[in-house]
């Protein structure tokens, strides 16, 4: 009987299946590999531009809210009552609510006459003013269509014609969390939200008329926001002329 000699086999011999796994394994892994590189740089990207999206959404909002500055405060009171290196606040009408008196009104009233007080939300301040003063009161409840309805009595006479806008108190300033990540934060009326997440810097300057830097919230007529998120990289500065100043 005739033997075949292993080392003589047709077909596909055990070692060079195992070359061939191998082979192939080495494949897999470099493609793995090459595909979870892929999958984080993505990533990366889709994060980095994900902030770049929410630093411009939000300075947007900042920008339009800083040129409002002065549009909710009275005669007497200052604008613009902080200048921090990461805070600022002001007054403003940030919903531009402003309507007129159809008829006088004594001292002792509490429910104005208006020539529109739809969807003036309930609890806001608000100011009363004519040439000679302004009068600070809160709604007691939503406006109705010809009628504001106070919390007190305004204590001052007031004649028709007279203005009533509403006064909103804004602040804009960083805050850390736990794990120390930073947030441009905006808070209206007492309620604060964070507005710009992971943020790299963030700061304000302040110059006057004359382009002088100033801290002077009477003197200030031109804020500028510097701003930058995740790495750092790419920082963005914007300027914003204050209204009437």
């Known amino acids: 009987m005739n033997r075949r000699p292993i080392g003589n086999c047709r077909g596909v011999c055990l070692a060079e299946v195992m070359i061939a796994l191998a082979a192939g394994a080495v494949v897999l892994a470099s493609t793995l590999q090459s595909l979870d590189h892929f999958q984080h740089r993505l990533s990366k990207q889709h994060v980095t531009a994900a902030q770049a999206q929410d630093l411009r959404i939000g300075l947007k909002v900042l920008e339009d809210e800083l040129r409002a500055i002065g549009t909710g405060s009275s005669l007497s009171e200052a604008p613009l009552s902080v200048t921090g290196r990461q805070e600022i606040e002001f007054a403003a009408n940030l919903g531009g609510f402003v309507t007129t008196l159809t008829s006088a009104v004594s001292s002792i009233q509490q ?28 709604l007691a409840r939503d406006g109705r269509a010809r009628t504001l309805s106070m919390a007190g009595p305004l204590g001052h006479d007031f004649a028709a014609g007279s203005e009533v806008r509403v006064a909103n108190s804004v602040r804009y300033y960083v805050k850390a969390d736990q794990d120390g990540i930073a947030r441009v934060m905006r ?3 007492g309620g604060a939200n964070p507005l710009i997440g992971e943020i790299a810097r963030f700061q304000f300057g302040y110059f006057d008329r004359a382009g002088a830097a100033t801290t002077d919230p009477s003197r200030v007529a031109r804020v500028r926001i510097e701003a930058a998120v995740g ?10 002329a204050l209204r009437g100043r």
């Open 111 to 138: 429910d104005l006459p208006v020539m529109n007080g739809t969807d003036w939300p309930k609890g806001k301040r608000i100011l009363v003013c004519d040439r000679e003063r302004c009068v600070e009161g809160r």
């Open 187 to 189: 808070e209206v009326d």
């Open 231 to 240: 790495d750092g990289r790419n920082a963005v500065v914007r300027d914003v």
